[in-house]
């Protein structure tokens, strides 16, 4: 009788996942159809206005490696060079990290946790924010969160498929190199973790040294070319300040477009004040989930800990390198956002009282809804459109424009045969 029951519980709940997922779509897709572009934006969308080796020899220049564009380029080629299909590309990564709920996490936990891991997939507000913005900050995390679900994998899944395993680590991790530099870092953690685990349990060094040597040789073009952007200027454009940048590391989940004011010299008003003490309670009591676990079963809170320790071990490493050369940029850490899901997701999803559950669920519905209104409104205002159609009217043949601000870099893109000049007072 308890067995037919636990049946019949886990068929709701892939039901449920499997409803929640087509929701989640459903909310990223609906929000993407819009033609206005923001600055970094129409960088990419520059990009592929042109052929795949003219692109990477111009993406070379660029702080980001070459992999998101090259895969941009080609789903453009089939699917024809449009804005709202490049955005849709930047929805299918945020989906794709939300299905590993359904696919991976519930198979190496259970099904509680695969659920929640897509829900707060979809139950962030950085989560829509970058799947509706042409840029690789959903791909990133993807690659990032197979990398580590891989090296979980290689570390307690069992021998018998080691080579799988290990193979499928490695490319990941050089995918995630190839998409986003942060994700090299990340790489770099993860290697380093399992080397830790390899010579605490006196396992097959072979192996790390093998895999580890296959994807240090697949990087080295990456790296060329990570060494070039660096002596050309790199992103010496950003300014860490303390300790407005530490109070927007811990914020930034929950902050969505704002968090992105990191560097501000200054900290946040009154209203950043209310979301960061939210944001602070959050986390406070998801770490205090985490002490509870583990003072029940130190063995069961292992997971968790794991991904909130790559987590700060990559932010630990690019803050001390950029006290030298600053790299740390609040908005790069989504390339471990499905680490930091995994993490609320192993610890709520433990939890047998169904209120807490309830709570936490509404709180996060209620900060996404907080900023998604907004957004909705915004990217579907009737100015989004009123400059390509004030121009498409204006504009005649032989016509130059002269532009003073960085609005001519979505003019030049969304008009690639406008003769178009910058003045510089």
């Given at each position: 009788m308890k067995c037919c029951r636990k049946e019949q519980s886990d068929a709701r709940l892939t039901i449920a996942h499997i409803v929640l997922l087509v929701l989640g779509t459903a909310f990223l897709v609906f929000g993407a159809f819009y033609p206005a572009i923001w600055f970094d934006e129409s960088y990419t969308v520059g990009l592929m206005n042109h052929d795949l080796i003219t692109l990477c020899s111009i993406a070379s220049y660029d702080v980001h490696p070459h992999l998101y564009y090259i895969l941009l380029k080609l789903v453009t080629m089939v699917f024809g060079n449009n804005i709202v299909v490049m955005r849709l590309f930047s929805v299918a990564g945020g989906v794709a990290l939300a299905v590993l709920g359904f696919s991976h996490i519930r198979r190496d936990f259970d099904a509680k946790v695969g659920f929640w891991f897509s829900f707060f997939c979809f139950a962030m507000p950085v989560m829509f924010k970058y799947a509706w913005q042409i840029r690789m900050y959903t791909w990133a995390p993807f690659f990032v969160t197979l990398a580590a679900i891989y090296a979980y994998r290689i570390a307690y899944g069992g021998d018998e498929r080691w080579k799988k395993n290990w193979i499928l680590f490695a490319i990941f991790s050089v995918a995630g190199a190839y998409t986003?530099?942060?994700?090299?870092?990340?790489?770099?953690?993860?290697?380093?973790?399992?080397?830790?685990?390899?010579?605490?349990?006196?396992?097959?060094?072979?192996?790390?040294?093998?895999?580890?040597?296959?994807?240090?040789?697949?990087?080295?073009?990456?790296?060329?070319?990570?060494?070039?952007?660096?002596?050309?200027?790199?992103?010496?454009?950003?300014?860490?300040?303390?300790?407005?940048?530490?109070?927007?590391?811990?914020?930034?989940?929950?902050?969505?477009?704002?968090?992105?004011?990191?560097n501000a010299t200054e900290l946040p008003g009154n209203t950043w004040l209310y979301l960061a003490i939210l944001a602070g309670i959050i986390w406070i009591f998801f770490l205090v989930l985490l002490v509870l676990r583990m003072r029940k079963n130190p063995k069961e809170g292992k997971p968790a800990v794991l991904a909130?320790?790559?987590?700060?071990?990559?932010?630990?490493?690019?803050?001390?390198?950029?006290?030298f050369r600053p790299i740390y940029y609040v908005r790069y850490n989504m390339v471990f956002y499905g680490l930091i899901v995994f993490f609320f997701a192993y610890l709520l999803g433990g939890i047998q009282r169904i209120l807490p559950k309830i709570l936490t669920a509404v709180v996060f519905l209620a900060v996404t809804v907080y900023w998604a209104v907004p957004a909705y409104r915004i990217n579907y205002d009737s100015s989004s459109w009123v400059v390509e159609e004030?121009?498409?009217?204006?504009?005649?043949?032989?016509?130059?424009?002269?532009?003073?601000?960085?609005?001519?870099?979505?003019?030049?893109?969304?008009?690639?045969?406008?003769?178009?000049?910058?003045?510089?007072?």
């Open positions: 986003h530099h942060f994700a090299v870092f990340a790489a770099a953690v993860l290697n380093l973790f399992l080397l830790i685990y390899v010579m605490k349990n006196r396992t097959s060094i072979l192996r790390w040294l093998l895999f580890g040597g296959i994807q240090i040789l697949a990087y080295l073009p990456g790296a060329r070319v990570l060494l070039r952007q660096i002596n050309e200027g790199g992103a010496d454009w950003i300014r860490i300040y303390y300790p407005s940048v530490l109070i927007n590391t811990l914020d930034f989940f929950f902050l969505g477009a704002e968090a992105e004011k990191a909130l320790a790559v987590c700060f071990a990559i932010i630990a490493v690019t803050l001390v390198v950029s006290e004030q121009l498409g009217d204006a504009m005649d043949d032989g016509d130059v424009l002269l532009m003073d601000n960085s609005v001519g870099a979505f003019i030049s893109v969304k008009f690639p045969e406008l003769e178009l000049y910058y003045y510089n007072e």
